[in-house]
Structure formats: structure tokens, C-alpha cells
């Protein structure tokens, strides 16, 4: 059995930055990845990042992959286990992992759940159609692999996801003939909605798909328009000949590792569906078990770093480790995330969030 | 459907493999995934549905849905989205469910 | 309007636009940033404290247009691509506007492209004068085109190859 002090599950913005500031504390960190290379969905994002010179605003997400990496790899308190998948948390605080085809056990002190989210689906006829991806599987593809998904999309959506993807797909040369959404007004930020207009790009508010066309492969979507009750309004149709569509209808976290540890969990459609109930320093009902990230409810990457630090102090501190400016510092990174979601934007976040906080002083169950 | 040119990324591929799918010989590079490969070799098919024989193309591209699920070198249900394509490899279309043992 | 089609209105635009004679006295910075949103970086990256300090993280940005002196600093750290700089002084017929171009191929100087309204529709003949890439923009290369005055502030983007301008 492989001890731990802190074991961060999964290593994207989160959970790389939880390993960052748990390992300032002095604090040993083992931080599994599934995948071989660590930096989760940032290392697909070629745009700038919003917010402040904090959370690396003005930087694209490939280079923060990079700056966090360089960080975690240098630092002689974290262990990096890539290719490892954890499979299981167990009621005696044994984790189960299987490293490229290894199964093996570990014992933490505390753990760290930042496994992220995963892309929600949509029904409507024919959308298991090959040609039929998430917008995130787009991104994976042509981003991180540098193929191209077809030669025509329409992307379903216009959330900060779909608006960023369609405008990427441009970048990458394909051809975006619509972005569609189901709601009356575009979702992501207009800025990005901006951009992808004066490429030319038509976006259909309060339009949805009715149905996609072909027989092996995808060849066409048709759209039609929603009356004020979101009912289809027959006429309306607009086919469009495609190979491609991408759905980017939100995220839900993957918190299967969460259930199983026994964390108390709470539906908030704000959040992506269901989520941990923490305190404000991230940690869950279970004591020794915290979270960061989407997995405890779905946002920005800029958030999910904050908390990652956040969650990193939270972890190192039960441990006993702490800074002469432990206090300093976690004011400093609840400003940040209050800042993050004061405005009209964070609306929706700040929502979900104040359903899901307990007191710290507030019973704890559990022990891991 | 390989992009040559980015205006923000460089693409530094690995070295050039083969490898088979359905015993057609295809071309891939080390390090990325076998469904990268087959995506960019035109494959968008693979597998069907078990009762109503629909095909199936991947959806998330990261190893959450298993839309994607292929034999590879005999292994059945192998999420072709995080298995990286090797020289030689074998890759099949699964049908049925697959035979573990 | 702007929240169903992602095209900001003629109000809108009005809103930011600099005065008439601001605009006649050289370049400056136009910000069409309309939705608080948790960002900052255009208020760092200005050299000359025209882009005033944020309160909060998600107000609006704050140009004081007499401070500007349109160095397009600002124009390719802006994560939203919301900034362009006017010149109404270029010469006497044309306007030059500086826009920022994340695609490829980019344009090389004295090219004819077309020159593409909000909507990405071509409205008008442009020159690109300067095609600027330097590694500090980080591959957010600006471009410096040239337009007939009256479409200075029409014009937001280019297109160049097929007929539709895209």
C-alpha cells in the first residue's frame, strides 16, 4: 500500500494548483492524472483567459498548462502519477488506482477530488449519428491531435463553450454554418458572440435542432424556431448540409468518486447536477475529503484554479501544516472567487453555491 | 483533415506508424489516439449498436462515454479516445459485446 | 439586440465611440466591451492610466479618450478581442483602424481586402497598411487597414478569398 499525505485526483487546473499550494506548506502530494499528460482541458484552450493578472487573465490556456506544470514538476513535494486512474474510495480511507494496467492500493491522510466535468448530450432524432460530438471532443481533436472534426458545423449551443469552439474551428479552417441555441439569448460572453459574428457566422437564439439527417454518417441538421414556451414553430425550418455538429449544452461533474466516499450530495441544476456540500474551505461532509473545481460545481477554469489553491491550503492545514500567512492567504483567494462571481455573469454560480454551503464549525460526519 | 497550418498552435507530431484497421492499412503518428488516427484517415464509423445495428462514432474524445469502444489487438471494448495508436497495432470493429476471457 | 445576435446596436456603439472631435484629433482607443464580465486585463496592460483601475473586476472598462493616445497596447491583451484603434487623421479621405486577426493566411501590406462590417457582411474596399506580429502580442497579430472615412465605423474586421468576403 502506497502512502500519502495529500492525494489530488485529477490534474487539471484544479488539481494542479491544489498540488501548487499544498506542497508550499511543506505538505507531500501524490497527484494522479488518467491521462499521460497533466493539465486537463487547459491544454486545448487556445484562447486568452478573463479575469484578473491572478488567475492569468490575458493568457491562453495552453501557456497556463504549461506555467502550472513547470511549477508541479519542479517541486520536490509532489509525486506526479500519470496514466493513473482511481477507481475507488473506500470507507477505510483506501484508494484504489490501476497505473497503465497496474492495480494498486494508496492511504491517504486527506484527498483532493478535482476530476472535472464531462459534456452533457442532447435528444433529438438521429443524434447518435457519427459526425454527432461534443464540442469538447471537437476540441480534443483538432486542438490537441491537430485533425480537423469535417468540413461544415453546426454547433449546438452558445454558451462560452460553443462560441469558443466555433470560433476555433475557424481558426483551424472549417467552416461553422450556424451556431444554434435553445434560449432566447446567447449564453456565453458577448464578446466572444461578437467575434464570431463579424466573422460572418449566423447565431440562432431560441432556435433548436429538430432533427439530423443521414444514414451512416451525418450529412445535414435541420433547425426550427421556439414560440415564447419553447414549443417548435412549424415552417420555420432551416436544413443545413453538414459532417459535423457539436453539442455544447453544459457540463456535469464527475462525481462518482464523491458518492462512493459517502460525501453528502445535493442536485443544483446551477451547478451541473449534482455536487458535494462543502464548507467554504472546501471541504466535504467527510472530513479528509475536499474538492476544487467543476466537479464541485461547473464554471469558469479561472475559478476552478482559485480553488484549487484554496483547496490545496484547506488539505495541507487539516494535516497541520501551515504558513505565518495561512490567513492572509485564504482571504486573499475567497476575495478572488467572490470577485469572479459577484457580477451578473457569476449570478447563476453565486445561486447554486449558497444551497450548498455548511459552516465550518457545522457538523462534519464523517472521517475519512 | 490533418491541419497544416494554425494561427496559435504548432503541431509537433511524432514519428509516422502503420497500422491496420479492419486488416486496411492506415497511417498514424506516435502519441496521439487511435481515434485521432482513424478520425483523420476518414473513419467515423466504429462500431454499431448491438439491437438496432446504428452506427457509432465517439462523443466525448476523453475516456467518459464509451461511445468508442473498439478491439484492439484482440483486447475487446478498449476506448479507442485515450488508447494511443502504436506501430503494428491491430484495430478492429468489436461486434457484440465482446468476449473477455 | 446585442444579447440575441451577438451584433452590438448603432446605441450601443454610440455609447463607447470616442467624441467626433476626439476622433478628428488622432488615434485612439475604441473598447466595445458591453457585459460585465469578471475581466480586467486592458486596464493592465495600459501604459498611460487611460483605462481606469476596476473597482470591481466586473464593471465596464473606463477610457478616458483624452489620456488615450491609441497605442493598441490594450487591443491584442483584451481575452474578448473588444478593442480597435481609430484614426480619422490617416489622410484626407481614409480612416486607418486597427483591428486584432487570430487567422491564417494573414494578410501581407498593401493588400486589397474587403472590409466586413459586425456581421462579417463586406461593406467597402480596405488596404492593409501594416500587418503588425511581434512576439509580445502573443499570435494576436494587429492589423492596420485603411477605409473610406464613412466606414470607419462600420468596419471591424477583414475578409479576404472568396466573394462573400469571408
Given amino acids: ?368 | 483533415m490533418r491541419i497544416q497550418e494554425h494561427p496559435i498552435l504548432i503541431f509537433e507530431r511524432g514519428s509516422k506508424i502503420t497500422f491496420t484497421y479492419n486488416d486496411m492499412l492506415l497511417e498514424g503518428y506516435e502519441g496521439e489516439t487511435i481515434a485521432a488516427a482513424l478520425h483523420a484517415a476518414g473513419v467515423r464509423v466504429l462500431s454499431h449498436s448491438h439491437e438496432k445495428h446504428r452506427p457509432r462514432g465517439f462523443f466525448c474524445a476523453i475516456g467518459n462515454c464509451s461511445s468508442c469502444l473498439m478491439e484492439v489487438d484482440g483486447e475487446p471494448n478498449v476506448r479507442i479516445c485515450v488508447e494511443m495508436v502504436k506501430d503494428g497495432m491491430a484495430v478492429r470493429t468489436q461486434e457484440g459485446k465482446g468476449d473477455i476471457l | 439586440m446585442l444579447e440575441k445576435t451577438g451584433v452590438p446596436a448603432a446605441s450601443d456603439l454610440e455609447n463607447v465611440m470616442p467624441s467626433e472631435e476626439r476622433l478628428n484629433r488622432g488615434p485612439v482607443a475604441v473598447i466595445e466591451c458591453f457585459q460585465n464580465i469578471p475581466c480586467n486585463p486592458c486596464y493592465t496592460a495600459c501604459s498611460r492610466n487611460a483605462i481606469k483601475e476596476f473597482e470591481d473586476i466586473n464593471d465596464l472598462p473606463n477610457i478616458d479618450h483624452e489620456a488615450c493616445n491609441g497605442c493598441s497596447l490594450c487591443v491584442s491583451k483584451c481575452p474578448g478581442l473588444a478593442i480597435m484603434i481609430m484614426d480619422m487623421t490617416y489622410s484626407e479621405q481614409e480612416a486607418l483602424i486597427k483591428i486584432p486577426y487570430e487567422f491564417l493566411p494573414l494578410p501581407k501590406e498593401n493588400d486589397l481586402v474587403k472590409g466586413l462590417d459586425r456581421e462579417g457582411k463586406p461593406v467597402c474596399e480596405a488596404k492593409v497598411i501594416k500587418v503588425m506580429n511581434p512576439k509580445s502580442f502573443d499570435k494576436t497579430p494587429i492589423l492596420s487597414i485603411a477605409v473610406k472615412k464613412e466606414f470607419a465605423k462600420i468596419v471591424r474586421n477583414i475578409g479576404m478569398g472568396d466573394e462573400d468576403g469571408r
Fill in chain 1, 1 to 368: 500500500m502506497k502512502p500519502a499525505e495529500v492525494l489530488i485526483i485529477g490534474g487539471g487546473p484544479a488539481g494542479l494548483c491544489a498540488a501548487i499550494s499544498a506542497a508550499e506548506l511543506g505538505c507531500k502530494v501524490l497527484l494522479a492524472d488518467r491521462n499521460k499528460k497533466l493539465g486537463g482541458q487547459l491544454v486545448k484552450q487556445t484562447h486568452m483567459f478573463f479575469g484578473s493578472e491572478k488567475q492569468y487573465a490575458s493568457v491562453r490556456g495552453i501557456d497556463i498548462a504549461g506555467i502550472l506544470l513547470s511549477k508541479v514538476e519542479n517541486n520536490e513535494n509532489v509525486e506526479i502519477l500519470s496514466d493513473t486512474t482511481i477507481l475507488g474510495i473506500y470507507e477505510d480511507g483506501v484508494v484504489t488506482a490501476d497505473q497503465s494496467g497496474n492495480y494498486f492500493k494508496i492511504r491517504p491522510d486527506a484527498i483532493i477530488v478535482a476530476t472535472g466535468a464531462s459534456e452533457k448530450t442532447l435528444a433529438f432524432p438521429y443524434n447518435d449519428l457519427p459526425g454527432v460530438y461534443g464540442a469538447g471532443a471537437v476540441q480534443t481533436l483538432m486542438n490537441e491531435y491537430g485533425v480537423k472534426p469535417g468540413n461544415r458545423v453546426v454547433m449546438l449551443g452558445a454558451g462560452n463553450i460553443g462560441l469558443i469552439v466555433s470560433y476555433q474551428l475557424m481558426q483551424a479552417g472549417v467552416e461553422v454554418a450556424a451556431i444554434v441555441d435553445a434560449s432566447p439569448k446567447i449564453g456565453g460572453y458577448l464578446v466572444h458572440a461578437s467575434k464570431i459574428r463579424r466573422m460572418g457566422v449566423p447565431i440562432y437564439t431560441g432556435h433548436t435542432v429538430k432533427e439530423a439527417h443521414g444514414t451512416e454518417t451525418l450529412k445535414g441538421v435541420t433547425i426550427w424556431q421556439l414560440d415564447d414556451k419553447w414549443n417548435p414553430i412549424e415552417g420555420t425550418e432551416k436544413r443545413f448540409d453538414v459532417d459535423v455538429m457539436c453539442i455544447s449544452v453544459g457540463l456535469t461533474p464527475l462525481s462518482e468518486l464523491l458518492w462512493q466516499a459517502g460525501c453528502e450530495m445535493k442536485y443544483v441544476n446551477e451547478l451541473g447536477g449534482f455536487v458535494p456540500v462543502r464548507n467554504e474551505d472546501l471541504e466535504t461532509s467527510v472530513k479528509g475529503i475536499f474538492v476544487a473545481g467543476d466537479v464541485s460545481g461547473v464554471e469558469e477554469a479561472s475559478s476552478a484554479m482559485v480553488e484549487g489553491f484554496l483547496a490545496g491550503l484547506s488539505a495541507a492545514n487539516y494535516l497541520g501544516y501551515t504558513i505565518y500567512n495561512i490567513n492572509e492567504k485564504k482571504n486573499d483567494l475567497h476575495q478572488q472567487l467572490n470577485a469572479l462571481r459577484s457580477g451578473p455573469v457569476g449570478e447563476k454560480i453565486r445561486k447554486g453555491i449558497s444551497e450548498l454551503i455548511f459552516s465550518s464549525e457545522a457538523a462534519v460526519s464523517k472521517e475519512i
